[in-house]
């Protein structure tokens, strides 16, 4: 499946983004989706996940409360909502495909995106 995110961009702390992911080539309601993050000199973290059927979703601590993942099968696109941003969470945002899988170890994740770069300014 190739996978497409969008929607980065600079917006001041305290404001929100929606980053979106669209999916081709293979049937997306058939994996889990992931969004990981990827800040300069750090390594890539785990964000968040939500299953194959919308039914059920994770997230890291450091976002809980403040992101929402949800996707749209019938648009093959996932959606990462990002409410009251902080300047940490400035980093190049990752969605990623996994079949059966709604963990947070990015090796389990069978395809990913490009990035889209979010950046947060104080």
């Known amino acids: 499946v190739q996978l497409q995110a969008s929607g980065g961009g600079l917006v001041q702390a305290g404001g929100s983004l929606r980053l979106s992911c669209a999916a081709s080539g293979r049937t997306f309601s058939n994996y889990d989706m992931g969004w990981f993050r990827q800040a300069p000199g750090k390594e890539r973290e785990f964000v968040g996940v939500?299953?194959?059927?919308?039914?059920?979703?994770r997230y890291a601590s450091a976002v809980k409360g403040r992101f929402t993942i949800s996707r749209d099968n019938a648009k093959n696109t996932v959606y990462l909502q990002m409410n009251n941003l902080k300047p940490e969470d400035t980093a190049l945002y990752y969605c990623a495909a996994a079949v059966r899988y709604t963990g947070g170890e990015d090796h389990a994740y069978d395809y990913w995106g490009q990035g889209t770069q979010v950046t947060v300014s104080s």
């Open positions: 939500i299953s194959w059927s919308g039914g059920s979703t």
